[in-house]
Nanobody
Framework: VQLQAFGGGLVQAGGSLRLSCAAS????????IGWFRQAPGKEREFVAV????????YYADSVKGRFTISRDNAKNMVYLQMDGLEPEDTAVYYC?????????????????WGQGTEVTVSS
C-alpha cells in the first residue's frame, strides 16, 4: 500500500501548482483522501479533504477560495489545485487516506500517509 504525492516545486507568489496523489497496492476509492502540509519548525496541518465519492470537500480557512481538491477514482488519483500561492504556503505537502469514507480533518482519522512533495513559494 503506497501513496505518493508529486507535483511540488518552486513558484512565485501569486502563481499556481497542481499536486497529484497516486495510490498503488490497493484502491482507495472507498476512502476519503486528505492533503496536509508541514512547514519547517511547525506541526503538520490539515489543508483539504475530499470524501470517497467526491461529493464533500472541506478546506482549512487559510486556503479556502484558493485551493481546490478533486479526485478520479478510476485512476486512483487525487489532486490539489493551488492558485494564488503565498509564501506562507511553503511547506512539504502530504496526501493521506482516511480510515473511513467521510471527510475528516483530524490527523488521527488517517491511516495511510504518502511521501511528501515540497512546495516553495517565493515573494
Amino acid at each position: 500500500v503506497q501513496l505518493q504525492a508529486f507535483g511540488g516545486g518552486l513558484v512565485q507568489a501569486g502563481g499556481s501548482l497542481r499536486l497529484s496523489c497516486a495510490a498503488s497496492g490497493r484502491t482507495f476509492s472507498n476512502n476519503a483522501i486528505g492533503w496536509f502540509r508541514q512547514a519547517p519548525g511547525k506541526e503538520r496541518e490539515f489543508v483539504a479533504v475530499i470524501s470517497w465519492r467526491g461529493g464533500s470537500t472541506y478546506y482549512a480557512d487559510s486556503v479556502k477560495g484558493r485551493f481546490t481538491i478533486s479526485r478520479d477514482n478510476a485512476k486512483n488519483m487525487v489532486y490539489l489545485q493551488m492558485d494564488g500561492l503565498e509564501p506562507e504556503d511553503t511547506a512539504v505537502y502530504y496526501c493521506a487516506a482516511a480510515r473511513g469514507s467521510h471527510a475528516a480533518a483530524a490527523r488521527s482519522s488517517y491511516q495511510y500517509w504518502g511521501q511528501g512533495t515540497e512546495v516553495t513559494v517565493s515573494s
